[in-house]
């Protein structure tokens, strides 16, 4: 009754009624648009993850704009199966499918990282070794904290890129359930065009498939890597039971080479590809004949081959077991039961047959218990060299120094007959900066090197320079190395010294590129003519360059090849 004698109630117009209800409905569909919008987003992100993961090369060379714009087989694969399958098991499947992804992920890149520094891919089983020395490694050179910082980091990028593609797939799988029937279609079309692909063989480059299926073999490949990376420790076991040598009384060893001197000495890094590789200085060439000419000047006689390193890249320790036991050792795990074995070493052999044996390790700054097993009666690391001059990025002393200090440490007095092995390092990555030759009055006189210092880079660091300036700093290292041995036969060698110089691996592939082999070329130089004669059936190349035709061997056929050369051959045993 008030209302209607005192109040008048506004009568909205009906444009006025309607206003609030139009403002209200844009509202909501600009809302669904914008929730469209995001979801569309997140779904096309997913699948780039999804694409980017599947395509991924594991090699360097397969590194290229083309490697992302395929068509993986497992990708449409998957979105078939995820159609098919019921609700509760498509969950399973594709957090199932995403993890996969992700470790997968994981191994290319680590693929990726083993062929550049190794050439070679990264072992599931057999390289799990090496963690403990990557470790060891970074705590040197960085410090623990750092270490630590980095292996956390290492961990928590692992799982964000497991996460990631885990989240990835899921996201993909539900997009493709909500659009069923378009996705049907599009898968259908996808896997008849994948097959006509496949069929007719199309490539967008050479090598790289418009069809591809590369997870798939990645995956079937680790799976075979893992079968044989756990039987590999049978087999090796198996091969290290066989030894001709084992039982032979040492006064049957060496027996050519009673009241000599022998040198052994491995430089780093010094691979065939030193000598034939036409992007590389043939200033190296040039050194090596001048050193021969050298040589042959004051008496000493020189042949020269090669040998097929059980490395590439790096892993020097794995070469120098298999030249000295005479068994193949090409990873961690073969490694670490060879020096847990009582298997004869060359070192072992000269030992057993009454030299004195030492190593010469400027390169080891700490403990090293696997000298014993390989029979050194003395052992000169870095620290008992005692250099005080400036380092040479990785190598701690110069080439030159510690052939001057084993001279005077070694063999200036009289002595009993002497078998050394000596790991050279100056040629070791980065290859920059290099010393220089000086006089060996003063070469062991670290003073002498303190000009010559200059920026200390980390063996990573060849990594991001031009690979003409690596290659450039590669040759003038090798070239030092092998100026500082032959400079050292001439100023010290006599009639009873034996020199065997050779490299223990291939250069990283940033130098030779990939493809280039694991040979590593090999001489032994004497002034004694009945050394040479002994070896005339090896059919080596005279001088220090072995020719092209040079035989080839396996390094593991040296030990059981030199000891019949140089002694009565065993009992029952032929050398492979």
């Known amino acids: 009754m008030a209302a209607q004698e005192g109040t008048v109630t506004p009568v909205k117009s009906g444009h006025d009624q309607r206003r609030p209800a139009r403002g209200g409905g844009c509202r909501r569909a600009c809302t669904r648009g914008s929730r469209r919008a995001v979801r569309g987003a997140a779904d096309g992100l997913a699948l780039v993850v999804v694409l980017i993961a599947l395509a991924l090369p594991n090699r360097p060379d397969g590194v290229t704009p083309f490697a992302l714009v395929t068509v993986p087989i497992e990708l449409v694969l998957g ?32 693929d990726l990282g083993f062929y550049t520094a190794l050439a070679r891919p990264f072992d599931p089983v057999l390289d799990l070794a090496l963690l403990d020395d990557a470790v060891r490694l970074l705590t040197a050179a960085s410090g623990r904290t750092a270490s630590i910082g980095a292996a956390i980091l290492a961990v928590a990028a692992a799982v964000a890129t497991v996460a990631v593609s885990t989240l990835a797939v899921q996201r993909l799988t539900a997009a493709v359930v909500r659009r069923r029937e378009a996705s049907t279609r599009l898968v259908t079309v ?25 997870e798939t073999s990645l995956a079937s490949t680790e799976a075979l890597g893992v079968v ?15 030894d001709a040598y084992a039982s032979v009384p040492g006064d049957q060893l060496l027996t050519a080479l009673r009241g000599r001197d ?25 050194s090596l004949d001048r050193g021969t000419r050298s040589l042959s000047a004051a008496g000493f006689g020189s042949r020269s081959a090669y040998l097929t390193s059980s490395t590439a890249g790096g892993g020097s320790w794995l070469a120098q077991g298999t030249l000295l036991s005479g068994l193949w050792v090409d990873n961690q795990s073969r490694y670490q039961q060879l020096v847990a074995s009582d298997r004869l070493t060359l070192p072992r052999a000269f030992a057993r047959a009454g030299w004195r044996t030492v190593a010469v390790a400027p390169g080891t700054t700490r403990a090293w218990p696997e000298s014993a ?21 990785w190598a701690a002393m110069p080439d030159q120094y510690t052939l001057a200090e084993f001279e005077r440490l070694e063999r200036s007095a009289p002595h009993p007959p002497l078998m050394a092995v000596v790991p050279l390092v100056s040629s070791h990555a980065p290859w920059a900066p290099v010393p220089t030759m000086v006089d060996w009055s003063v070469a062991g006189d670290s003073a002498t090197y303190a000009s010559m210092a200059g920026p200390n880079d980390p063996p990573e660091a060849i990594l991001t320079r031009d690979p003409d300036v690596v290659r450039a700093d590669y ?102």
């Not at 044989?228 to 066989?242: C, I, L, P, Q, Y």
């Not at 890094?269 to 590789?277: I, K, N, Q, V």
């Not at 870095?382 to 040479?392: N, V």
């Open 79 to 110: 979105g078939a199966v995820m159609l098919i399958l019921p609700a509760s098991s498509r969950r399973v499947v594709a957090v199932a499918l995403g993890v996969l992804l992700g470790v997968l992920s994981l191994v290319k890149l680590l």
């Open 190 to 214: 996808a896997a008849l065009g994948w097959l006509t692909l496949w069929l007719a063989g199309v490539q967008l480059a050479p090598g790289i498939p418009l069809a591809a299926s590369g």
């Open 228 to 242: 044989r990376g756990v039987s590999d420790r049978r087999n090796f076991e198996r091969e290290a039971a066989v």
């Open 262 to 286: 022998v040198l052994l000495v491995f430089v780093e890094s010094y691979g065939r590809s030193a000598l034939t590789d036409p992007r590389i200085d043939v200033a190296l060439d040039r």
């Open 373 to 393: 097993f390989y029979g050194y009666q003395g052992v000169y690391d870095a620290a008992a060299l005692d250099y005080h001059g400036p380092s040479f990025s």
């Open 475 to 576: 040759a003038r290292a090798v070239d030092y190395s092998m100026q500082s041995v032959v400079s050292y036969l001439r100023r010290y060698g006599d009639e009873n010294l034996v020199a065997i110089i050779l490299g223990d691996h291939q250069p990283s592939p940033v130098v030779t590129g990939t493809g280039a082999g694991r040979d590593v070329p090999i001489t032994i130089v004497s002034k004694d003519r009945s050394v040479i004669s002994r070896i005339g059936g090896w059919r080596w190349s005279p001088g220090l360059r072995p020719a092209a035709e040079a035989p080839v061997w396996r390094m593991d056929a040296f030990r059981d090849r030199f000891l019949a050369a140089f002694g009565p051959p065993a009992s029952g045993g032929q050398p492979h």
